[in-house]
């Protein structure tokens, strides 16, 4: 049996730092709830190397309470010198990168053990592993390992499994027994059984299931032998290798004087004979009568090994062996204390039902937390079955109410109507100009849409707001727009720099006739048209523009419809959905404009009697 005589022999304590090879978030959060609930001072997690990363950035993650930031680096060689007290390197590379990684690790003066999670590493590069770590008196755990413990100190990521199992295990303290395993999944079970058998475990090694591991079980029996506060070694091995006939050679010489518990798992493998069967892990193949499971047991119960005659009976062995010890004085029992108790986060916690938190922000007018989002409780199949068009979607979006379909089809014609006024008005021209330019779409867009206010798109809700409230009133007309003039303000909704009395606007002429056949009443429009033919009298260019006859006509259509009441219709219009309309209209035709002229690869000429640019052909 070859052990390094300077290889270390406790590898972890309560300042074992650790530096975490490829950034996997849930066993570095493992690590550091252990660490917490071990009452340790510093998170054993000291750096991270993520070779895609570039150096000098860093990962968040808990400790405790508090959030802490874990440097990344790009490389093992700055991770390395930058944390020369992490002395212990795990490798979450996969089995095409572990060995380059794990053999650059054990180069580096500071790292002394090296963990290699990695599933399916060639043995080739393994034995060239094994032989650089003897060169370099260093231990290597794995590869296809899930790593270790030292109980109340320090934890290899995802080992032992969850925090609950911790608790359960009583993992947050020592306790007298040094167990070692070939199954990563087995040791976590037999944590459990090693919690109620015994005091606890002080130390827990898996050292993988390939044919060869980095480390052996007999290379931790005998590290187990030199530590003080390990009473009792603890051996689970398997079918295939020759690993535990070390393990009885070291006791039958006398170089293992603590008492051994131990099962070689794989029994059932007799029953194929002599055929060969390939079990869980690459080192666990029946065929060969001297590595079976019932030789190897044998071996160890010659030896003076504690054996029991089934796997079912390995706890009770355990516990006779520790309690006969107890009674001998040899171990102490470890004293309970109570661990710290590891605070939930925000997600689970509501999740149990343990806190309630107060919202950040509301919304009652849709829904995504279910299978598909809901507007206003209706969900988005409905709204597609329904054939539900852009006006009902808005009214349940804006105004939280499904209109009737003359209404919603009316704000669709809104939609239509005062998608473009052409090129020349101010936000078109901004579009354009930006487009030109180069800008992005969204550029284009937002410049030309922060163009809009009240002498631009935005007298809509103004109009609305001012008609109303004079018909309210019982204002006449004439009184209205000379009491607006005294204040030194414009009638919103009045005048155009085109049209006129002769020339009137089509797109009012188009929603005026669709109002006249649908709307239930149209008192606003009307006291709007009143307003009209006055201020006509003073210039024929005074009219009812577009910004008016849809302000007065929404009035009409929020007053009439029978889904608000007075106090509602209030709220909308002073709240700003009626520009709203505009803002959502006008963008499809400011897209247009800055679509246009991004496909433009012509160059642009000015008519000497016109301020449009127009495109050659």
Not at 223 to 235: A, C, L, S, T, Y
Not at 281 to 290: I, M, V
Not at 513 to 527: D, I, R, T, V
Request: include cysteine.
């Amino acid at each position: 049996m070859n052990v390094p005589s300077k290889s270390p022999v406790q590898l972890f304590s309560k300042e074992t730092q650790a530096i975490f090879f490829n950034y996997k978030p849930q066993p570095i959060q493992r690590m550091l709830d252990f660490d917490y609930v071990c009452k340790r001072k510093n998170p054993s997690v000291a750096a991270i190397v993520n070779p895609q990363s570039a150096s000098g950035g860093f990962q968040k993650a808990f400790f405790g309470r508090c959030e802490i930031a874990i440097p990344v680096y790009d490389s093992i060689e700055e991770a390395s010198s930058k944390h020369p007290k992490a002395a212990v390197f795990i490798n979450y590379a996969s089995f095409r990168s572990a060995f380059e990684s794990s053999l650059t690790a054990l180069q580096q003066p500071t790292i002394q053990t090296v963990v290699i999670i990695a599933e399916g590493v060639p043995e080739r590069n393994t034995k060239v592993l094994i032989a650089r770590a003897k060169q370099y008196n260093k231990i290597v755990i794995g590869p296809a390992t899930v790593g270790g413990i030292q109980a109340g100190s320090f934890k290899i990521g995802d080992t032992a499994g969850t925090i609950e199992n911790i608790y359960r295990c009583k993992l947050y303290r020592p306790g007298s027994v040094g167990f070692v395993s070939k199954s990563g999944g087995l040791s976590n079970e037999m944590y459990n059984v090693l919690a109620r058998t015994t005091d606890g475990i002080f130390e827990g090694i898996a050292i993988g299931g390939d044919t060869y591991p980095g480390s052996t079980l007999a290379d931790h029996v005998w590290r187990f032998e030199q530590i003080p506060n390990i009473k009792m070694i603890v051996v689970l091995g398997e079918l295939g290798g020759r690993d535990e006939y070390q393990v009885a050679e070291m006791v039958k010489k006398g170089l293992i004087k603590k008492p051994i518990v131990a099962w070689v798992s794989g029994t059932c493998a007799s029953c194929f004979h002599a055929s060969e069967v390939q079990f869980g892990h690459a080192g666990a193949k029946s065929g060969e009568s001297d590595t079976s499971a019932l030789s190897k047991n044998a071996a160890l119960k010659s030896a003076g090994v504690h054996v029991p005659d089934s796997f079912e009976a390995f706890a009770e062995h355990i516990q006779l062996v520790y309690e006969r010890l107890v009674k001998d004085g040899v171990i102490i029992p470890a004293v309970e204390i109570a661990p710290e108790i590891l605070p939930k986060d925000l997600h689970t916690a509501l999740k149990e039902g343990h806190i309630r938190k107060a919202t950040h922000i509301v919304s009652t007018i849709s829904d995504d937390r279910g299978e598909e989002p809901l507007y206003l409780g209706i969900p988005i199949s409905e709204v597609i079955q329904q054939q539900m068009g852009i006006g009902d979607v808005i009214s349940l979006l804006w105004f939280k109410k499904k209109l009737p379909r003359w209404a919603s089809k009316f704000i669709e014609m809104c939609l239509i109507v005062a998608a473009d006024h052409g090129p020349c008005v101010s936000g078109a021209h901004n579009t354009i100009v930006t487009a030109r330019a180069g800008k992005d779409l969204i550029s284009c867009l937002c410049s030309g849409l922060l163009t809009i206010g009240p002498r631009f798109g935005g007298a809509i809700d103004d109009a609305a707001i001012n008609f109303k409230k004079a018909l309210d009133n019982s204002v006449p007309p004439d009184v209205f727009v000379e009491d607006l003039k005294r204040q030194g303000r414009r009638v919103e909704g009045i005048g155009h720099r085109i049209k006129t009395a002769e020339n009137q606007d089509k797109r009012v002429e188009l929603l005026c006739q669709y109002a006249k056949q649908h709307f239930p009443a149209m008192k606003y429009f009307n006291y709007a048209r009143a307003v009209e033919s006055y201020t006509l009298q003073k210039a024929n260019n005074l009219v009812l523009n577009i910004d008016g006859c849809i302000g007065s006509l929404l009035v009409d259509l929020l007053s009439s419809c029978g889904c608000f009441h007075e106090q509602e219709v209030k709220e909308i219009l002073e709240l700003g959905a009626l520009n709203g309309l505009f803002v959502l209209s006008r963008s499809m035709g400011l897209i247009g404009h800055a679509l246009d002229q991004k496909r433009m690869k012509q160059p642009l000429y000015r008519h000497p009697t016109d301020d449009v640019l127009y495109a050659t052909e």
